[in-house]
């Protein structure tokens, strides 16, 4: 269900997206706030209404590729973004594990917590393999269960460390300290490098 189109399409066209906090979250901003190339080339898969991006090209950043499996929401993007930044962002209506290429950093934003456990392995491999060397994922996880079936989709970061420790050097894995207030004490922000 959750590699599904119409499932996600739907979510957006009833405006089921409660991950969505309508803005860049705090961790993000203040991850991207200290990165000084404007040029590195960055990848943001399960985009959603892309606010990281909008907060990337404001600083200037020129080589974005967004990525999701709703093609009505590529449509959107397009309408939003194209007129000012074509050029600067690239849009891909796709499955991400279909996608190819090599990045410097791949941010992480409500992604992997939509995907079913079961595919938490590949996310891992494919992340490694889209990056260049010495490339970055970064962002946030949840550090936290949920009561309910389907995403979003809780762990622990003992758990994700069993992930990501054989394709990355975990450079940084711990608990938000500027997490939104609803929140708080419920993410870990991650900062892994290729190995």
């Known amino acids: ?33 200290q990165l000084s190339d404007t040029n590195i ?24 590729t967004l990525v999701d499996i709703s093609g009505v929401l590529i449509q959107q993007l397009k309408q939003q973004f194209y007129p000012t930044y074509q050029g600067k962002l690239h849009l891909v209506h796709g499955d991400f594990f279909d996608l190819s290429g090599s990045y ?22 494919k992340m490694g393999s889209l990056l260049g060397k010495n490339g970055k994922l970064a962002g946030v996880l949840f550090n936290r269960q949920f009561g309910h079936e389907g995403p979003p989709y809780g762990g622990s970061q003992e758990e994700y460390v069993e992930y990501f420790q054989d394709e990355f050097e975990l450079r940084y894995f711990e608990e ?15 900062c892994l490098i290729k190995k």
Not at 8 to 24: E, F, S
Not at 114 to 120: G, I, Q, V
Not at 176 to 190: A, L, M, Q, V
């Open 41 to 64: 080339k960055i990848l943001i898969p399960g985009c959603g209404n892309a606010h990281e991006a909008a907060y990337l090209l404001h600083k200037g950043f020129t080589n974005i």
């Open 1 to 33: 269900m959750e590699l599904n189109e119409a499932y996600w399409t739907q979510r957006y066209l009833n405006q089921q997206t409660g991950w969505d906090v309508g803005q860049i979250s705090t961790p993000l901003k203040t991850y991207i706030d």
């Open 104 to 125: 410097d950093l791949i941010i992480e934003q409500t992604f992997f917590c939509a995907l079913d456990p079961k595919f938490r392995h590949n996310y891992a491999r």
């Open 176 to 190: 938000c300290y500027n997490s939104i207030p609803p929140r708080s004490g419920s993410e870990i922000f991650i």
